[in-house]
């Protein structure tokens, strides 16, 4: 004989989509296919946003970085090709987090990267 289970498979799937629903305002955290509907929606709004998440950070690191290299009279596109000229192979991540953390150490790094080009 076939082993049974105690739970019914429709509702175990129910039960996933209203759980993943919790919170949700009126209908859309209580009724199966408005439920279903709005968890479908924010799955996409999630999996789409874990890319634009990486943009947006690169974008603040890049405003940081210009920020304080103009305050070393140079421009954020002089500043990164004079240090790809001196073979400085820091990432934007690392340089935005020098920029606000060691300015001593990003001015000597604008002090190459002048140098350099």
Known sequence: MPRVK???K??????????????????RGTLLRTAKETVERA???AY???KVR???FRSLWIMRINAAAREH????????????R??????RKA??????????????LVKIAKEAA
Not at 75 to 84: A, I, N, P, T, V
């Open 43 to 45: 799955l996409k709004f």
């Open 73 to 84: 009279e140079l421009s954020y596109s002089r500043f990164m090709d004079g240090l790809k």
């Open 54 to 56: 990486k943009r947006e």
């Open 95 to 108: 340089l935005a987090n020098l920029a606000v953390s060691n300015p001593e150490a990003f001015a000597e």
């Open 10 to 27: 429709s509702r175990e799937r129910r039960k996933k989509i209203l759980s993943a629903a919790k919170g949700y305002r009126g209908g």
């Open 6 to 8: 105690k739970a019914v």
């Open 48 to 50: 789409r946003d874990r």
């Open 86 to 91: 001196a073979n400085v192979t820091l990432d």
